[in-house]
């Protein structure tokens, strides 16, 4: 064995794959030092390139499968590892889904503090997705020009602004390639050029898919820098593309929204309908998540969902994630529910069926906007939204006495979790429950830990997997005071 071995840039080793990284890349020890191999899959044995070099440790690219892990499976997708979106599309979604049981369960015991068998007490088992693919109703894809001058529609390449052609992403509806093909053929047709980003010229620039899983409603918003004159049409030969574009089953509205500022932000604020309606429908049934399969309960909300509202992106799992926040809750119909981080107020509008009163809170304000239109659209009387951010909305009402009253606080924050003062401000009001809806592994341990700190104790955990193909997991957790029990 050579030993105090030194690796140098382009070096090829063979190396097996013992574990994964949060982010999905394989791990494996070459003469004592970790090589992070991305595409390789726990189990592998592989050759790999060494494209960059740290002291202790050395990224690998992936050259040749030399023996394929029993886990790795053909992807579905050619373009999966230029993407990089879909990291775990070489390994089985069995694995998938115990690569995300055991990010939580990890992530509860080295961040959060708790030991081993504590947590294997609480931890319910992931609940997984029917169908890992073709589970996202929103898809966004920019528009381009090849080498040789064709106009395209694809993805960005791995951290990068340069597009690949590929109009079927396999996580997105099967109508976007009829869409895309459609928008193309127009373009192609009558010469509209596609936005440059380099130069700021250009006419389209993205294209925005949307689809109701419930209603079968379709939306299309084309992205264009442009602003027409006065009794000028948005695009030349405007009727031309409307005309393909209903063809595909579905359509319910096409609009275009006006983007031109030079920005990597996609959709410009200025939205024009330029056929059929301004929004399309969906439905959120709530789901009986203690019997096998999930079935619906008979419970539903229905959503109206405009080109730039917030929506959930997999509705099937929604639905399952948030039966389950509201299983945790454990209403009688007496409660006071806070909603903190509360978005359209979809689990706001589920915990007022079964609450006295609900209370969400959210910072953005269009989107506390859409959540009163959808508690009136849904008849919801009893649930009251703010505009704010969540600890200066909860601190502020907990001084104000008996409207701080709250026996139970849902929790559903961004990925960098709850603000340091608003846990206090939880902790402050000592509601007898806590549900924490995470959709990062990480900070949800962080926060569980401030909170047992605090004098709340973790009773059940459970992931939901909203996002099949990546290394992403959303999951649930139940805190309540320790007296309590
Ligand atoms: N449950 C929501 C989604 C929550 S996503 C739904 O179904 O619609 C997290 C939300 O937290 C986002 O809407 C974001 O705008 C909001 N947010 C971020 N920081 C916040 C803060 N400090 N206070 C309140 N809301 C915040």
Not at 193 to 210: C, F, K, Q, W
Not at 280 to 309: N, V, W
Not at 462 to 469: A, E, L, P, T
């Amino acid at each position: 064995m050579r030993e105090n071995m030194e690796f140098h840039k382009n070096d090829i080793v063979t190396v097996t794959i013992e574990d994964m990284s949060s982010d999905g890349e394989g791990i494996g020890k070459v003469d004592g030092l970790t090589l992070f191999v991305k595409d390789a899959v726990a189990g592998d044995r592989v050759e790999a390139r060494i494209v960059k070099n740290k002291k202790n440790y050395a990224y690998g690219r992936l050259e040749k499968v030399v023996e394929p892990s029993p886990f790795r499976i053909e992807p579905e997708c050619a373009y999966h590892r230029q993407c990089g979106g879909c990291q775990l599309q070489a390994l089985s979604y069995e694995r998938q889904l115990v690569f995300k049981q055991e990010k939580i369960r990890n992530s509860l015991i080295r961040i959060g503090g708790f030991s081993p068998e504590y947590v294997d007490r609480c931890m319910e088992p992931i609940v997984g997705m029917e169908n890992p693919f073709r589970y996202r109703n929103k898809a966004q894809y920019p528009i381009g020009t090849d080498r040789d001058g064709n106009v395209i529609a694809g993805f960005y390449a791995g951290r990068t602004h340069s597009i690949i052609a590929n109009t079927d992403c396999r996580l997105g509806a099967e109508e976007n390639k009829a869409v895309l093909d459609c928008v193309l053929e127009y373009m192609r047709r009558n010469h509209v050029s596609a936005y440059d980003e380099t130069t700021g010229t250009g006419l389209m620039r993205h294209v925005l898919i949307r689809k109701g899983f419930a209603s079968g409603e379709i939306m299309v918003c084309l992205v264009i820098n442009f602003r027409k004159g006065k009794g000028q049409d948005f695009l030349p030969r405007q009727a031309e593309l409307i005309s393909g574009l209903i063809k595909i089953k579905g359509m319910t509205s096409v609009s275009v929204s006006i983007n031109t500022r030079r920005t990597n932000v996609i959709m410009g604020e200025e939205i024009h309908t330029i056929w059929g309606r301004d929004t399309i429908a969906d439905t959120i049934h709530m789901r009986d998540m203690k019997q096998e399969g999930c079935p619906y309960t008979g419970e539903e909300l229905t959503f109206q969902i405009s080109p730039l509202s917030f929506y959930q992106v997999n509705p099937e799992q929604t639905e399952k994630l948030y039966s389950l926040a509201l299983e945790y809750a454990g209403l009688t119909g007496q409660e006071t529910v806070w909603d903190l981080y509360c978005g359209i107020g979809t689990i706001s509008l589920f915990l007022a069926g079964k609450a006295r009163k609900v209370r969400g809170v959210e910072v953005v304000p269009r989107a506390v906007e859409d959540a009163r239109g959808n508690a009136q659209r849904n008849g919801i009387r009893n649930a009251e939204f703010s505009v704010g951010r969540a600890e200066e909305v909860l601190a502020r009402r907990c001084a104000e006495g008996e409207e701080g009253k709250a026996d139970v606080i849902v929790v559903d924050p961004p990925r960098k979790g709850c603000d340091g003062a608003c846990l206090e401000a939880m902790l402050k009001v000592q509601p007898k429950r806590i549900v924490y809806v995470s959709c990062d592994p990480a900070t949800l341990a962080r926060d569980l830990k401030v909170l047992r700190d605090g004098g709340y104790e973790l009773r059940r955990v459970r992931g939901v997997d909203q996002f099949g193909m990546t290394t992403h997991v959303e999951s649930v957790a139940l805190m309540s005071r320790m007296e309590d029990k």
